[in-house]
């Protein structure tokens, strides 16, 4: 790694004019051989690696205007600090990598976690924090972007850099020290769902699922899409080349890198309570496939069987045919392999029902219906309960599905599956979301439920049923609305629900994904009425106790929301 020499930066800025144009201040080190102190920070206008070692070379006007940077002051400050602290090296990420170099900008992704671990403090740089107080409660007036916290929280990269390192220090815009990761444990559990017992213990004593850490990713965003998978290569302790421009692409190559390094099933339990009609893959598409397995733990095989017997017991499924030889099957599920003929794995299996076929479906002798399973993973929830999925054959291999068949009652069975792991081209409606025009009334999008959206671009299943949310706040204006736009068996349909919790300005506001989850299973609930009330392509809806309207136009694949003033004139929301 490289890592900036404090004396020689600081000698440096202390007489620019004078200083030694040769001094380096930049010097090759071994993080585990190397003291340093470590930057986490929200990038803004920054000073890069050739601007930094190249800056004696400039004319004195582009000096200055280097010097002037935030970035630039933000090294100095950081310096200055590792100074007091006794710290001779300090690393940066904006200006200790030479981001030119394609070989070295993926050996220091790849490399981060560790280097964040072996720093001997962290300083995390708060940038929009004033008070000489970290926040005790969640302001979503002045934090109004970043669910009512200060902006880092709601980083990708700055989750890495709050669990790696041993000791994190928190300053504010005037770099004055708030508070540490220790002090703050119970705090920074509230704000990430990460547990306190990973906060000051780190991951290894903690024992984590997958499922659990790609939870704590779920609402993190990324300026580039591929960067919410390189951002997690260290928690999960594995490597791998950085390709740009791949997509999302990327989260699939993290998947099966964590499959051929782990034996943990919860990573096939994302959506574990059916939100994401998707279809095909049994990998996720990104983290916030993920964002509702907080709780889920792995299973070992030796308690798994026991578990497998109680769920037996709850569904009424009989008896487990052969416990001595389920046990033996058991100790199967700690080895699955990724090949290109799919994942191979051996899973307890439940087959659905075959409903009856309709009176004009017709199929050919020789094209069976595919056979629907439930299995069943070697990982539970915080009550114990395992979790299961839905499979469906297609050729060889079984895809993830969503089935509302009934399950027959039988017990399971231990059955060698491949699962499929490579995209599968489903049919889908493709939709592009404008909403520009909300921000000049001071309502932002805070984010998209229960999946994530990239960009502006969005789809929904043309299968039966499918729905996504689209959150929208003004917490100056005490207003907060999710926008469901949904397709149920061929028809769309619109939906404005408001919360009332912000609109009463009660105390106990909770964040917009908790008002999200339950405004998503309102609508989903009553989808079939929703789709049959409110499947115009225009929908125009009071926000209460308020002067606001949403007005939300769906022609074609466009879908447009504003805010209008209203009067109260028009129809309420539910």
């Known amino acids: 790694m490289r890592l900036l020499d404090v004396d020689a930066v600081l000698g440096r800025e202390k007489d620019i004019q004078r200083a030694d144009p040769n001094v380096e201040v930049l010097k090759e080190a071994d993080s585990k051989s190397t003291s340093y102190a ?109 669910n009512g916290w200060p902006e880092w929280f709601l980083r990708g990269w700055t989750l890495q850099e709050l669990i790696a390192p041993k000791e994190v220090q928190f300053f504010n815009k005037g770099w004055m020290c708030i508070g540490d990761k220790r002090n703050l444990a119970h705090k920074l559990e509230r ?49 791998m080349p950085m390709l740009y421009g791949e997509g999302e692409r990327a989260f699939r190559r993290l998947q099966l890198e964590i499959i051929r390094e782990s034996n943990d099933c919860s990573i096939f339990a994302w959506d574990p309570y059916a939100r994401v009609p998707r279809y095909g893959s049994v990998l996720a598409d990104d983290p916030s ?52 003929a799919g994942i191979q794995i051996c899973l307890p299996v439940i087959p659905y029902s075959e409903p009856n076929p309709g009176p004009y479906e017709f199929r050919y002798l020789d094209s069976p219906r595919p056979t629907t399973l439930k299995a069943i993973l070697a990982c539970s929830d915080q009550h114990g309960d395992l979790i299961t999925i839905d499979l469906t054959s297609r050729g060889s291999s079984f895809d993830r599905t969503l089935s509302d068949n009934e399950l027959k009652r039988t017990s399971p069975e231990f059955m060698e599956l ?119 392509d225009k929908l125009h809806a009071h926000l209460s106790q308020s002067i606001w309207a949403a007005a939300v136009v769906w022609e074609s694949d466009l879908v447009t929301v504003d805010i209008k003033k209203c009067a109260g004139c028009c129809v309420g929301t539910t």
């Open 418 to 536: 491949y699962l499929t792991h490579h995209q599968v081209d489903e049919p889908a409606c493709g939709l592009t979301l404008v909403d520009a025009n909300a921000s000049h009334y001071g309502f932002i999008r805070c984010g998209t439920f229960p999946r994530e959206m990239t960009s502006n671009a969005f789809t929904l299943s043309s299968r039966a049923s499918d729905l996504i949310l689209i959150i929208y706040a003004n917490y100056s204006a005490k207003s907060r609305f999710a926008v469901g736009l949904g397709k149920h068996f061929g028809r769309e349909w619109m939906h404005v629900t408001c919360d009332e919790c912000v609109a009463n300005q009660q105390d106990d506001c909770k964040p917009w994904s908790s008002f999200a989850e339950k405004a998503y299973d309102m609508m989903w609930s009553a989808r079939a009425r929703l789709a049959q009330k409110y499947h115009n």
């Open 289 to 340: 496939y993920f964002r509702a397995c907080r709780c889920i733990q792995k299973d070992l095989d030796t308690s798994f069987v026991d578990k497998l017997i109680m769920y037996i017991d709850k569904h009424k499924l009989g008896r487990l045919k052969n416990e001595a030889e389920s046990r033996k099957d058991a100790k199967k599920l700690s080895v699955f392999l990724a090949t290109n």
């Open 191 to 239: 704000i990430t769902q990460i547990p306190d017992r990973v906060l000051r213990g780190g991951l290894v004593s903690a024992s984590s699922s997958v499922a659990q850490i790609m939870s704590w990713a779920a609402d993190r965003k990324t300026t580039r899409v591929e960067d919410r998978a390189y951002s997690l290569l260290g928690l999960f302790g594995v490597s």
């Open 38 to 146: 470590i930057l986490s920070h929200r990038w803004g206008t920054e000073v890069s690696y050739e601007e930094m070692i190249g800056l004696m070379e400039m004319d004195d006007g582009k000096r200055e205007k280097v010097r002037n940077r935030d970035g630039y002051k933000k090294i100095i400050k950081s310096c200055e600090k590792a100074m007091s602290d006794g710290h001779k090296f300090l690393w940066v990420d904006t200006c200790c990598i030479n981001k030119q170099s394609s070989a070295e900008l993926s050996e220091a992704i790849n490399s981060m976690y560790q280097w964040y671990r072996d720093a001997q403090v962290c300083y995390a740089y708060l940038h929009d924090i004033d008070e000489p107080a970290f926040p005790a409660e969640p302001d979503y007036g002045k934090f109004n972007s970043s």
